[in-house]
C-alpha cells in the first residue's frame, strides 16, 4: 500500500528556497521513499553502498564530481565530511534545490550541517505515519482547538472506529509495517532494534556496552509520558548520570524520543522545568516494554500512559508534516503536581490540551484549565479534552471534547 506523506508540500517549499534539503528522521520512517518520489529520475546514490561510503569519505571533491547536482544522496549521515564541498558548490552556483540529503540524525552530521551549510540547507523533519495519512485525509493543517481548525478538520475526516484505535497505537506507525499487516510484529521490532543499535548506536555513537543500551531504551519506553527523572533511570539500569545523559540524546537525536518541555517564565516560581518525556512510536514502546497484544494494552496499567504518547505524537506529526522545526508545544504542572498535558503556543495565546483514554468526558476533565488564567503575562484560548469520545461537543464555555479524528 502506498501513503501520500504530507510533508511532500513541506519538501517542496524548501527546494526552493534552499540549495540543499536534508530529510532526517528515525530509520525506516519513509526519508527514502518520500525523497526518491520528490526527485524522481534526478541522480541518486546511496551510502549505505560500501564502495561509495568509502570514495565519500576520502576523495569527497570526486566524489562530488562524480554525482553532480542535482543528486540525491542517501545515509549521508555516514559521509559529513561531504558538506564543506558541498557549501562550495552551492555559493558558486547559487541555484536552488541541487542537494537532496536523508539521514538520521546524528550528533557529527549535525554538527558539520550547522557549521558548513548555514543558511544553504533547509531541514525537514520526517515523522513516522499520522493518522491522517493511514486513512488518506487531505489535511495538512497543524493542530489547534480553535473554532476555525475544528470547523475546517469537520469538513475533511474519517470516523475511527473504537476497535482500530488499540490495533493502531498497538502496531506504531513505520510505513513498512502499516502497509504490511501480514508482517509479523514482534519479528519487525527485533530486526529494528538489532539494525538500528548495530548501525546507528555502535557506529556512530560508540556505544560500549549494547546490553546496558538495550536494558536503558526498556526503561525509557516503559516511562513514556512520564517526568524525565534521569538519576532515577540511571539507578535502575546501573550506569552513571554522564552515561545516562548521553545515552538519553542519542534516542532524542535519533528521533525515537521526544522531550516535551514545560511551560515557565520568570514569574511562574511554582513551575517546574524538568520536561516529560515520549516515545515517539508506540508500537515500538509497546515491543520494549512486552505489552504483546492491543488487548493486552487496552487493559494494562500503562494504557493512559500510551494513549498520552499517542496523541502528543500525532501532534508533534501535524507541526513536522508541516515543516516546523520549533515546535509550539508544552505542558504545565507546578510543585503541587498539578498538570495540563499540553499547551500549544498559537501567537500570544495558548491553548489547554488534556488527554484522556475514556469516551465521557466531563467538566472534571478541564478544572486545571483554571490554572493558566493565575499566571501573568500569558493568555488562554479554547482548549479541549482529546479523548475515545465520538463527537465534538462543548463542555463549558470555549472548551470541548475533541475525537481522534480532529487531530
Given amino acids: 500500500m502506498f501513503y501520500k506523506r504530507h510533508a511532500y508540500e513541506a519538501l517542496g517549499t524548501l527546494a526552493k528556497m534552499f540549495g540543499a534539503v536534508l530529510v532526517t528522521g528515525a530509520r525506516q520512517v519513509g526519508k527514502t521513499t518520500l ?8 541522480g541518486y546514490v546511496t ?33 559529513p565530511t561531504l558538506f564543506p564541498g558541498i557549501k562550495i558548490i552551492l555559493d558558486e552556483g547559487k541555484r536552488k534545490g541541487q542537494f537532496f540529503l536523508s539521514g538520521s ?9 550547522s557549521e558548513s551549510l548555514a543558511g544553504r540547507l533547509g531541514i525537514l523533519t520526517l515523522p513516522g505515519l499520522s493518522l491522517r495519512e493511514l486513512f488518506g485525509i487531505a489535511f495538512r493543517d497543524p493542530f489547534v482547538p ?73 526503561v525509557i519506553a516503559g516511562r513514556t509520558a512520564q517526568l524525565l527523572n534521569l538519576s532515577s533511570i540511571a539507578r535502575e539500569v546501573g550506569v552513571s548520570a554522564p552515561t545516562a545523559q548521553r545515552w538519553l540524546s542519542i534516542l532524542v537525536t535519533s528521533d525515537l524520543v ?73 505542558f504545565y504542572r507546578d510543585k503541587d503536581g498539578n498538570e495540563i ?20 468526558p466531563s467538566r472534571s476533565d478541564i478544572a486545571r484549565f483554571t490554572l493558566i488564567d493565575k499566571i501573568p503575562m500569558i493568555k488562554r484560548g479554547p482548549g479541549g479534552v482529546v479523548c475515545l469520545y465520538d463527537d465534538l461537543v462543548t463542555i463549558q464555555g470555549d472548551d470541548k471534547s475533541i475525537p481522534l479524528s480532529y487531530l
Fill in 146 to 218: 480553535t473554532e476555525h481548525y475544528l470547523n475546517a478538520r469537520a469538513k475533511k475526516r474519517t470516523e475511527i472506529p473504537y476497535a482500530e484505535v488499540w490495533n493502531i497505537i498497538h502496531r506504531g506507525s513505520f510505513p513498512e509495517l502499516c502497509a504490511n499487516p501480514d508482517f509479523d510484529w514482534q519479528m519487525f521490532f527485533a530486526a529494528y532494534i538489532k539494525t538500528y543499535i548495530e548501525r546507528d548506536v555502535r557506529n556512530l555513537a560508540q556505544v560500549g556496552d549494547e546490553v546496558k543500551f538495550m536494558q536503558f531504551m526498556t
Fill in 105 to 113: 540524525q546524528q550528533y557529527e552530521m549535525m554538527q558539520n550541517v
Fill in 341 to 360: 498535558d499540553l499547551l500549544i503556543a498559537n501567537g500570544d495565546v495558548y491553548h489547554p490540551i488534556e488527554i484522556k483514554k475514556h469516551a465521557d
Fill in 47 to 79: 551510502l549505505d553502498d560500501t564502495i561509495q561510503l568509502q570514495n565519500a569519505r576520502l576523495q569527497s571533491g570526486t566524489f562530488l564530481k562524480d554525482n553532480p547536482p542535482p543528486v540525491f544522496i542517501d545515509e549521508v549521515q555516514y559521509a
Fill in 258 to 330: 521526544f522531550l516535551l518541555q514545560p511551560y515557565h517564565n520568570n514569574i511562574t516560581k511554582r513551575a517546574i522545568k524538568a520536561p516529560k518525556l515520549y516515545f515517539l512510536d508506540t508500537g515500538l514502546a509497546a515491543y520494549l516494554t512486552r505489552w504483546n497484544t492491543p488487548e493486552v494494552l487496552k487493559n494494562g496499567a500503562m494504557a493512559g500512559a500510551f494513549f498520552e504518547t499517542f496523541v502528543v505524537g500525532e501532534v508533534i506529526k501535524s507541526y513536522r508534516n508541516k515543516g516546523v522545526l520549533d515546535l509550539p508545544l508544552y
Fill in 35 to 42: 525523497l526518491k518520489e520528490f526527485t524522481g529520475d534526478i
